[in-house]
């Protein structure tokens, strides 16, 4: 599968979601684990030893794995949830999207602001845009989405993608082709199937 202009392709192993029965590449999925206490944890970078439970990534896939307790018969048995698990799962995918956005500028192909962000885009070499959720519509509208082949990211607030910029807010921004940049916008999707207000791609 071609997804940008390096003929990257997609070779992402499928899981099964225990919510819905769905099978999915695990980039769109949230693999669990269940911590010593027995409680159920994210495993937000699929690193955690133990057995797994994957459940796609969005709110309702999630609560319905809870309500039906999925949990317990993945790990075959009981499974503790934690009150705030759904919480827990946004805050880390957050946190992971604006850690890899933060590298994407330290590597140099990321740029922030209204007139670097309009000129990277016309330019062809940057094809992802991000848009702050809490920017004004007017805003927002300066920029195209069309303009980025790769996508157009809203699920970041302007204040956390300006901690990747090491600013306040920043409304505008856009990376340049390449593997960083599709596991920037592979993990602000699933990001955004735990925020409500988002037009991510």
């Known amino acids: 599968m071609k ?3 390096n003929n990257l392709t997609n070779r992402d192993p499928e899981r099964r979601c225990i ?3 769905a099978t999915a590449p695990r980039k769109s999925m949230v693999r669990f684990v269940v911590d010593p206490a027995g409680f159920v944890v994210p495993d937000i970078a699929n690193k ?3 057995r797994g439970a994957w459940v796609c990534a969005d709110g309702k896939s999630l609560e319905r794995a809870v309500a039906r307790n999925k949990f317990a018969r993945a790990f075959g048995g009981k499974a503790r949830i934690p009150a705030a698990l759904s919480n827990d799962v946004e805050e880390l995918l957050a946190r ?3 850690e890899l956005l933060s590298m994407a500028r330290k590597a140099g192909i990321a740029v922030a602001g209204y007139e670097k962000v309009r000129a990277a885009l016309k330019s ?3 094809q992802l845009l991000l848009q702050a959720s809490d920017g004004s519509p007017r805003q927002k509208s300066r920029i195209s989405c ?3 082949p790769i996508g157009c990211i809203g699920c970041l607030s302007a204040s956390e ?6 600013r306040n807010r920043v409304i505008h921004a856009a990376l340049a082709a390449g ?10 999707r699933r990001l955004a199937g735990f925020r409500a207000e988002s037009n991510a791609a």
Request: charged content about 25%; glycine content about 18%.
């Open 161 to 166: 993608i300006g901690i990747a910029f090491g």
């Open 179 to 188: 593997r960083l940049t599709l596991r920037v916008a592979d993990e602000a």
């Open 124 to 126: 062809g070499n940057f």
């Open 3 to 5: 997804r940008d202009g």
């Open 96 to 98: 992971r999207v604006v």
């Open 48 to 50: 955690l030893p133990g």
């Open 19 to 21: 919510a819905t029965g």
């Open 146 to 148: 069309e303009l980025a």
